[in-house]
């Protein structure tokens, strides 16, 4: 299984980005994707997942900014990401997992300027 992230830039505060991850190869079709972001100097942390029936799960403080999406006919999931603050700046990774395996994509970096 491979995952491809892109959507990543540059862009000022208060502004949004939409990120995608598209996942190609051997996909068993009960799985759940997910976005992570890791800081400058920070752990890689959840921002939030999706099960392919559609439920969500989001952490705390993303919840209202950021709306995750998929669409399993393309094996395809989105980030969108609104009111975008400098504090969210950090290379976004897209993650699938399954009952025994995870795979990554490469990440994209976002980067909001104040």
């Known amino acids: 299984v491979q995952l491809q992230a892109s959507g990543g830039g540059l862009v000022q505060a208060g502004g949004s980005l939409r990120l995608s991850c598209a996942a190609s190869?051997?996909?068993?079709?009960?799985?759940?994707m997910g976005w992570y972001r890791q800081a400058p100097g920070k752990q890689r942390a959840l921002v939030t997942t999706?099960?392919?029936?559609?439920?969500?799960n989001y952490a705390d403080y993303m919840r209202g900014r950021f709306t995750i999406s998929r669409d399993n006919a393309k094996n395809t999931m989105y980030l969108q990401m609104n009111s975008l603050k400098p504090e969210d700046t950090a290379v976004y990774y897209c993650?699938?997992?399954?009952?025994?395996?995870?795979?990554w994509g490469q990440g994209t970096q976002v980067t909001v300027s104040s």
């Open positions: 190869g051997n996909i068993f079709s009960i799985n759940t």
């Open positions: 999706i099960t392919s029936g559609g439920s969500t």
């Open positions: 993650k699938l997992f399954t009952l025994t395996r995870e795979y």
